[in-house]
């Protein structure tokens, strides 16, 4: 684009890690084309920056993104490097420790992979985002609400003011050039799109909790990403916060409940024999601060129209919720965001770019839809995988037990 040309009006609805991320890659690609071609506006309808949830665990794939944009002396100062994922079997014979493998993680992962594995506060990654993105020429709305879009040619949005004082409940409209619909599970930019109806709910539920790991006894304070496998239940743990506090997500079938109840499904599971490890349980049993969350995710994509039409283009939950058993979604956000740049970098320095911008998002979505798809089915699979009983479940036991780290690691996920 030559520099008298007006920028491109870009407009990333939802502020999460999704919308951050990809606002950063747009911005650093738009810089690098010899000037702020492309006018970007991020609009995050919460009335504060903030990120639900809790941990969060970034693979290499992810990781290695934050380090390019610039975030990896930041990235180090608030996350974790856990050395070893380790899966135990929650329901061991008395005396056991139920250990069935551990996956290198640390030095391992830094020398196969080009970046390592980390653990962190979601709100840190956040607040990492919202940081470098406020440094950049990018307009950051807060109190905005995308509630529906037209497009054809360019993108009218309609949006509702949210802000207490605004006394302005009347639906507004402007036009961009460009939409990216980051606005997570519930997407509305989604619903514009593809008009595919909610996500669908998986019928498991998600307990979290963080701890101090200063208030555990010695023998409970892990360092390590430890999985523990049940019957029709896992538990997955971490340190987040530097090591200071322990995370932990509890995933059971069956709709929310309270902690006495899913405490009791988790004990009750019959199996001669075999009961729940005593190190999980007194994890368990020391935290009472608990969040329920239904999980809610949608069938793999099956195309790059799933992703992106015309002007519009979808990125991270909003395109592809998924279950949380391959600890991917935010990562898959991420791999959006650095997709989507590397797909707008020609364009912002292009003649005409308005005419070309279907084709840019049609790229993108062509780049990313089948990676999305397969990471969505693995960790569909995973859920089975986990949450196995009987006969299912001692062979997959086995084969972690034979085979190791060959069957914890996973080349194709972590190294593109
Ligand atoms: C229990 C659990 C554990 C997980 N663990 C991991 C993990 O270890 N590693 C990992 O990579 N992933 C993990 N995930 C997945 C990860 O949390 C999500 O995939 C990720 O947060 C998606 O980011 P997003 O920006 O696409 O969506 P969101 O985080 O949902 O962000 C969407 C944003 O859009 C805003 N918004 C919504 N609607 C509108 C609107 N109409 N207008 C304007 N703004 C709007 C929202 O307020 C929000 O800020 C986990 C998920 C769960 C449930």
New binding site residues.
């Given amino acids: 684009m030559s520099s008298t040309a007006p920028p491109l009006q870009v407009l990333i609805?939802?502020?999460?890690?999704?919308?951050l991320a990809a606002a950063l890659a747009l911005s650093q690609a738009s810089s690098a084309a010899h000037g702020p071609t492309l006018q970007l506006q991020v609009?995050?309808?919460?009335l504060a920056w903030s990120?639900q949830?809790a941990?969060?665990?970034?693979g290499p794939n992810?990781v290695r993104h934050l380090q390019a944009w610039g975030l990896g002396t930041a990235l180090e100062q608030v996350a974790f490097q856990p050395e070893h994922l380790v899966v135990c079997n929650a329901q061991a014979r008395k005396g056991q420790d139920g250990v069935l493998g551990r996956l290198r993680l640390g030095q391992r992962m830094q020398d196969r992979y080009g970046a390592t594995y980390f653990t962190l506060a979601?709100a840190d990654l956040h607040q990492l985002l919202l940081s470098a993105v406020k440094a950049l020429p990018v307009e950051l709305q807060l109190a905005?609400?995308?509630?529906s879009l037209k497009a054809e040619p360019q993108v009218e949005v309609k949006w509702e003011d949210l802000k207490p004082v605004s006394g302005s409940e009347a639906l507004h409209t402007q036009i961009f050039d460009a939409v990216v619909g980051?606005?997570?599970?519930?997407?509305?930019v989604r619903q514009a799109l593809l008009q595919d109806g909610a996500a669908q709910a998986t019928g498991h539920c998600?307990y979290?909790a963080q701890l101090p790991m200063q208030a555990l006894p010695a023998h409970l304070r892990s360092f390590d990403v430890t999985v523990w496998l049940g019957q029709r239940f896992h538990v997955v743990n971490y340190p987040v916060k530097g090591g200071e506090l322990l995370n932990v997500?509890v995933i059971v079938e069956g709709p929310p409940c309270d902690k006495a109840q899913w405490l009791s499904q988790i004990t009750s599971v019959p199996s001669t024999g075999f009961k729940v490890a005593t190190q999980l349980l007194d994890v368990l049993n020391a935290a009472d601060d608990w969040q329920s969350?239904p999980?809610f995710d949608r069938a793999p994509l099956h195309g790059p129209q799933t992703m992106a039409q015309g002007h519009v283009a979808l990125?991270?939950?909003?395109a592809h919720?998924?279950r949380?058993y391959l600890?991917?979604?935010?990562?898959?956000?991420i791999e959006d965001a650095q997709a989507l740049a590397k797909a707008w970098g020609p364009l912002v320095s292009s003649a005409a770019p308005e005419s070309r911008i279907p084709q840019v998002m049609q790229a993108y979505a062509l780049n990313r839809w089948r990676r999305n798809a397969q990471v969505q089915r693995r960790a569909q699979r995973n859920g089975f995988v986990f949450h196995l009983q009987g006969p299912m479940a001692w062979a997959r036991d086995r084969s972690i037990q034979w085979l190791g780290e060959s069957v914890l690691d996973i080349p194709w996920l972590y190294s593109a």
């Fill in positions: 609805a939802g502020g999460g890690i999704g919308g609009w995050e309808h919460k990120e949830g941990g969060i665990q970034l992810a979601r905005r609400r995308v509630v980051a606005d997570g599970l519930w997407s509305h998600a979290r997500v969350w999980l990125l991270g939950d909003a919720p998924m949380p600890a991917q979604g935010a990562a898959m956000a």
